[in-house]
């Protein structure tokens, strides 16, 4: 399951999670978002390890600027409760799997 994250759940569910968790900062009128999605949910079919997030920057800017999110779709990567590194990627299923995996 993707969670939606809001001002609420993301400490609990991104910041303060054992797995490692990859968040996607997008809108809803983003076409690379729409295209990235389903590479999401591909990605979640594989590693069943992992935690993934989205966070709408159209409803929530203060985490988009809290996180320095200027372009969508970007993505973010937890571990052990850090951040590891944040990166726009929009094409392949294949470059999301390296992105985590690092």
């Known amino acids: 399951m993707i969670v939606e994250l809001n001002n609420d759940n993301f400490n609990s569910v991104a910041l303060n999670n054992e797995k490692t968790v990859l968040i996607e900062f997008y809108t ?5 978002c729409k295209k990235v999605y389903p590479f999401l949910l591909e990605l979640l079919k594989k590693k069943s390890d992992i935690v993934i997030g989205r966070v709408n920057t159209d409803l ?6 809290t996180y320095q999110i200027d372009i969508v779709p970007t993505f973010m990567v937890i571990k052990n409760k850090s951040i590891i590194d ?5 094409n392949k299923l294949e ?3 390296s992105f985590i995996n690092k």
């Open 28 to 32: 809803e009128w983003c076409p690379y």
């Open 60 to 65: 929530y800017e203060d985490l988009a600027e």
């Open 86 to 90: 944040k990166k726009v990627i929009y």
């Open 95 to 97: 470059e999301l799997e």
